[in-house]
């Protein structure tokens, strides 16, 4: 099973296999996105990591502040999409 988290203040220019790159270095890494707008395709600056249940809410608490391409990272679980 695996859990989605949320990753926040991330750098414009990130791309998806920096941001699993970086957290598979903290625990097993599923999959990493990051979330782009839709007519111009940029970053809005948040992503989200998919990982093994086992290591969620340490690599939460590990990395939520941590400095990720000079900016703190805002790391938690991610909540459903609110309709």
């Keep these: 099973m695996a859990t989605t988290l949320y990753v ?9 296999e920096e941001l699993g790159e970086f957290f598979s270095a903290y625990g097993q890494v599923e999959s990493s996105r990051i979330i782009t707008d839709r007519e111009t ?10 990982v093994e249940d086992a290591d969620a809410a340490r690599m939460a608490e590990e ?18 999409k609110q309709m």
């Design 63 to 80: 990395l939520n502040g941590k400095d990720f391409g000079g900016r703190p990272l805002t790391v938690n679980e991610a909540r459903p």
């Design 41 to 50: 395709g940029r970053s809005r600056g948040f992503g989200f990591i998919e």
């Design 8 to 16: 926040g203040n991330l750098p414009w220019n990130t791309t998806a």
